[in-house]
């Protein structure tokens, strides 16, 4: 028995090691002194080069200790994505004495943290006549972007909206006339069609997809279409349950279903590939994808210097806002989501944390990390400069579809909901010929219920 | 019959004599022992009783019940129970740890064991070099090489002459089988191997002289003397595949769908994807409860030779 027990030891040691890094745990290395500060930021996801964030939190650090040199400031830089930078957020607060002050963070997040108790409401700061004129420039819709309850729980640094982008000389190759502006969502299947008969062998549209791309591919794939369809809510927030069926949904549905049956899109593994948010820009800059559901970062990597460099882009890529369905009112739709900064509710020096806010929300910081991450700067005198529509190709366009942008719903089970429409749409991708409609909306169904239970979702009957 | 004798009853000229063939405790042993059990409390079993605890509770990563987390009782196994992507997440592990582990590496490193036998000494060594090159290869690296392998357009479509088809989409699950078995066999040669060695010659040439066929020696005389390294291999491959996480995460991330969402795949989706720390937990139980499974029955095939031993 002795054996056995050896055997079962060995085996089972592997898989506790597994459970026990599900049960907690995780390094310590952000923590507030009593006196000091500190402040988690992505290095790796949010600008468009590690280097380019190294340098940009090593000068804010130095603009900090010059003003400030009484209160010392901690930067703990996190690599990966962004869903990397939240896991081990969540893991750093379990413990106060590991928490960070200041954290950087998608706003997609930010529900997540505050139902969890993890941030402080910044009501106080941003609040009457002494709210920082970078809050008070911000548009209402991007102010309430992390506002949850009447509570303001961050305050947004850059945001991220969509558009199609398209490669101009790929589509006069197909016969379509410039400027190529869509009114509808078929105008768009059209133009993919007419590109796919002209040159089989190039990818005629990118619409994102896969489980991998996480809340960024609805950002910047199917929920352009969601909110631009005759049903335009993920979440009812009346009933409190997520739309799993509707006519709007199943026509959004049916756009990925045509996209996979017509061979106009990508090839599966490159769609499904958790680099593939990165693709659709190098892609068209090589001549291999003719129209992309887009985000306004993409023109940024073919700046010189970056990525993918294309001189010629400004006279060989066009950008449109993403039609409504059948072009109803208004016209024109777009997800919006960004990056925010928050204060940790054990954070124990929080009037320092916000003065840094303030601080990392300067004219001159919100510019040069919209700059560097293919941001709209939130505050719209920053947003409207001449040097930020000179910074890349189509800025301003981008600035004015956030005008009109959907931001996501602010709950706590957003991610089920990702996974839920990121498998259904990549379920096209993968069974091109088989998948119905009806059988992706089932499976977002069972997707959402068995996390959340029956009780959570719901069907719309009617367009709305 | 044992009689059970006090050892201070073991006399030598009057002077009572500790016994030789019974051991007596001694109390310095505890201090000795201490390191060792100091670290296996702390990393072993407090951890476990720990994991044991949460997955009674609906603790999240982030959520509600992040901090204030309550005991379910039994819910997360109850709805274990009912979560089909659960049941069939224990069928592909199953599959990958039997088809992908047990089977191929052992069948694939015996066969590379027994050519490295018959070859020249500098084929084998040129063959068992980039064999195991894959072995050492860090395991993200092999990952992203049957990534590009395997998609549209890959070395794999190109060989079977339909460069269009997408195999790591169309048949996920083989595909990442294919690539832990090309990982792990050079592991299973090294140990394979080492055992061929250990095969006295002078059996198999008796085999010979009997008019035995390469087959019937290797079937009827070779493995049966192989049997415990064999069974000793099959059980660190299954040790090694049971809870493998980064290969398939790299290569998948469990999908498209769940399609490869083995269970410590599916493990992490619902603890850092979905927050449920809880859920997530209890399929780290459910995993060790697999794991002790395939444990036993590696014990009860093991237990000829270790009686033998005795």
Not at chain 1, 212 to 235: H, K
Not at chain 1, 239 to 265: E, H, I, M, N, R
Not at chain 2, 30 to 40: E, F, H, K, Q, R
Request: charged fraction near 15%.
């Amino acid at each position: 028995m002795r054996f056995n027990r050896i055997r079962v030891t060995l085996t089972a040691s592997c898989v506790i090691a597994a459970a026990v890094a599900v049960a907690g745990g995780g390094a310590a290395s952000a923590s507030n002194s009593k006196k000091g500060i500190s402040v988690l930021y992505s290095y790796n996801y949010v600008q468009d080069t590690d280097a380019l964030a190294n340098a940009w939190w090593k000068s804010v650090e130095n603009q900090w200790k010059t003003a400030n040199p009484s209160t010392p400031l901690t930067p703990v830089g996190v690599g990966g994505t962004d869903i990397d930078e939240m896991n081990k957020a969540a893991i750093l607060f379990r413990s106060p004495s590991t928490t960070p002050c200041v954290i950087q963070m998608p706003t997609t997040y930010v529900g997540e943290f505050a139902s969890s108790g993890y941030l402080a409401s910044l009501n106080s700061y941003v609040s009457g006549s002494s709210a920082p004129a970078f809050w008070t420039g911000m548009p209402k819709a991007v102010q309430e972007m992390s506002t949850i309850g009447g509570k303001v729980y961050a305050v947004n640094l850059g945001n991220t909206d969509g558009g199609i982008v398209y490669n101009k000389l790929m589509l006069e190759k197909a016969g379509i006339k410039m400027p190529w502006v869509p009114k509808t969502w078929a105008d768009i299947i059209a133009a993919a069609k007419a590109v796919h008969k002209a040159e089989p062998k190039v990818y005629a549209l990118w619409a994102e997809t896969g489980v991998a791309s996480g809340p960024t591919g609805i950002l910047q794939g199917v929920g352009n279409l969601i909110f631009g369809s005759t049903n335009p809510q993920m979440f009812d927030s009346k009933t409190g349950k997520w739309v799993v069926d509707s006519p709007g949904l199943a026509a959004t549905l049916k756009f990925y279903q045509t996209v996979a049956k017509d061979g106009l899109g990508a090839p599966v593994s490159q769609l499904l590939n958790a680099d593939s948010l990165a693709e659709p820009p190098a892609l068209m800059q090589k001549g291999k994808l003719a129209i992309s559901f887009g985000a306004n970062w993409f023109p940024s990597t073919w700046l010189p210097g970056s990525a993918e460099p294309w001189p010629a882009a400004s006279k060989d890529v066009g950008a449109a806002p993403m039609p409504t369905e059948n072009g109803q009112a208004p016209g024109i739709a777009s997800t919006i989501g960004g990056w925010a900064y928050a204060i940790s509710a054990t954070c124990t020096n929080k009037a320092s944390a916000f003065k840094f806010i303030t601080l990392l929300e300067s004219p001159a910081n919100q510019l040069s990390m919209a700059t560097e991450s293919g941001f709209i700067p939130p505050d719209t005198s920053v947003a409207t400069s001449k040097a930020f529509d000179t910074s890349s190709l189509f800025q301003l366009q981008f600035s004015r579809y956030a005008a009109i942008g959907t931001p996501f719903p602010n709950n706590a089970n957003f991610t089920v909901y990702t996974r839920a429409i990121n498998t259904a749409t990549e379920d096209f991708a993968i069974n091109p010929n088989t998948e119905t409609v009806s059988s992706a909306l089932s499976t977002m169904k069972s997707l959402i219920t068995q996390q959340l239970g029956s009780n959570s979702v719901e069907t719309i009957k009617s367009s709305g | 019959m044992t009689a059970v004798h006090d050892a201070s009853e073991l006399q030598f000229d009057g002077i009572p004599v500790d016994r030789a063939d019974i051991k007596k405790f001694k109390w310095s042993s505890i201090l000795w022992l201490s390191p060792a059990g100091i670290l296996v409390m702390a990393l072993f079993v407090l951890p476990t009783i720990y994991a044991l605890y949460i997955g009674f509770t609906n603790m999240q990563l982030l959520g509600p019940f992040a901090q204030h987390l309550s005991f379910t009782g039994l819910s997360n196994f109850d709805r274990m129970i009912h979560d089909p992507v659960f049941w069939s997440s224990v069928k592909m592990t199953l599959v990958f740890v039997i088809g992908s582990g047990i089977i191929a590496q052992t069948v694939l490193g015996f066969a590379l064991a027994l050519l490295g036998q018959r070859a020249k000494i500098s084929l084998r060594a040129t063959v068992g070099s980039i064999v195991i090159l894959a072995w050492v290869l860090p395991e993200i690296t092999v990952a992203f090489i049957w990534y590009a392998f395997g998609q549209a357009g890959g070395t794999l479509s190109e060989l079977i002459a339909r460069p269009g088809d997408d195999l790591l989409a169309t048949v996920p699950l083989l595909i990442v089988c294919v690539a832990n078995a090309w990982r792990g066999t050079a592991f299973s040669m090294l140990i394979l191997s080492a055992g061929l060695r250990n095969v006295p010659a002078e059996v198999d040439e008796a085999a010979q002289l009997e008019g035995a066929s390469y087959w019937q020696r290797l079937w009827r005389v070779t493995i049966p003397i192989m049997r415990s390294t064999i069974m000793v291999n099959m059980l660190l491959i299954t040790i090694g595949t049971i809870s493998d996480f980064t290969l398939i995460w790299a290569m998948t991330q469990g999908g498209p769908g769940n399609e490869t969402a083995i269970l410590p795949v599916y493990m992490y989706i619902q603890a850092f994807q979905f927050n449920d720390l809880g859920y997530g937990t209890a399929i780290a139980l459910a995993l060790i409860v697999v794991g002790a499974l395939l444990s036993i029955i590696y014990v009860r095939q093991l237990r000829p030779e270790l009686k033998k031993a005795q």
